[in-house]
């Protein structure tokens, strides 16, 4: 009881504080700050960045998946990264070993302070069926039943990052996606959509970036 006596007193003292605080204020301005984010790994220190091949496991057109991964990551870095960013040479990426071969990436640019961005793309697709019943507009008392396609793609994403000058591995992250369409897109727009997301994810976690966020600032 004495306990709780004590934390009500603490809470009104709190509120009267609270009370003289804003009084003492001639003028409150919400105004917008630029902030930056702090990444889980910052790229900016480095000179230049090499984007490898991916390891592509999928029903889809894997050349498809591939041209899509390279021109989106490029892309995307060349917004945010004013330095040099280019696509290495083409690699064999037939099984997982390579991933874990040091000297592989180490001799893979030979150029100090430079970063190798690799990884794995699965995406498995799936394609059903379902009865869907339709109007023939939106007031109309008649319905049909249409047999409707539908299309899953259940995709990870992993992305390595590798020291090009020690080979070794200082980032790697996972993203994992799920699309639903029953609108009848071709597989190449899912993919696009699908590795812009992914990507996009993947950059915040490399790049700091800025960001609008509404604060009040008081005046005295």
Same mark, same amino acid.
């Given at each position: 009881?004495?306990?709780?006596?004590?934390?009500?007193?603490?809470?009104?003292?709190?509120?009267?504080?609270?009370?003289?605080?804003?009084?003492?204020?001639?003028?409150? +301005?919400?105004?917008?700050?630029?902030?930056?984010?702090?990444?889980?790994?910052?790229?900016?220190?480095? &000179?230049?960045?090499?984007?490898?091949?991916?390891?592509?496991?999928?029903?889809?057109?894997?050349?498809?998946?591939?041209?899509?991964?390279?021109?989106?990551?490029?892309?995307?870095?060349?917004?945010?990264? +004013? +330095?040099?960013?280019?696509?290495?040479?083409?690699?064999?990426?037939?099984?997982? /070993?390579?991933?874990? &071969?040091?000297?592989?990436?180490?001799?893979?640019?030979?150029?100090?302070?430079?970063?190798?961005?690799?990884? /794995?793309?699965?995406?498995?697709?799936?394609?059903?069926?379902?009865?869907?019943?339709?109007?023939?507009?939106?007031?109309?008392?008649?319905?049909?039943?249409?047999?409707?396609?539908?299309?899953?793609?259940?995709?990870?994403?992993?992305?390595?990052?590798?020291?090009?000058?020690?080979?070794?591995?200082?980032?790697?992250? /996972?993203?994992?996606?799920?699309?639903? &369409?029953?609108?009848?897109?071709?597989?190449?727009?899912?993919?696009?959509?699908?590795?812009?997301?992914?990507?996009?994810?993947?950059?915040?976690?490399?790049?700091?970036?800025?960001?609008?966020?509404?604060?009040?600032?008081?005046?005295?």
């Amino acid at each position: 009881m004495v306990k709780s006596i004590k934390n009500l007193a603490g809470f009104s003292l709190i509120f009267l504080l609270m009370i003289v605080f804003f009084s003492g204020c001639s003028e409150t +301005k919400l105004q917008r700050v630029i902030v930056r984010s702090k990444p889980a790994f910052n790229i900016e220190r480095f &000179d230049s960045i090499y984007i490898a091949g991916f390891k592509i496991n999928t029903k889809i057109d894997n050349t498809v998946v591939n041209r899509e991964i390279l021109k989106t990551l490029k892309e995307e870095l060349l917004i945010y990264y +004013k +330095k040099s960013v280019k696509v290495g040479e083409r690699i064999n990426v037939r099984n997982d /070993k390579i991933f874990d &071969d040091q000297f592989f990436w180490r001799e893979y640019v030979k150029e100090e302070n430079s970063i190798i961005i690799t990884g /794995k793309i699965n995406i498995n697709k799936e394609t059903r069926s379902r009865i869907k019943t339709v109007r023939s507009t939106p007031l109309s008392l008649k319905s049909k039943n249409i047999l409707q396609s539908l299309k899953f793609l259940n995709s990870e994403i992993i992305f390595y990052v590798y020291s090009g000058e020690t080979g070794k591995r200082v980032y790697q992250y /996972k993203f994992n996606y799920k699309i639903t &369409d029953d609108s009848g897109e071709a597989d190449s727009v899912l993919v696009s959509r699908l590795i812009s997301i992914g990507v996009d994810r993947f950059i915040n976690r490399i790049i700091p970036r800025e960001h609008i966020v509404y604060r009040y600032f008081f005046n005295y």
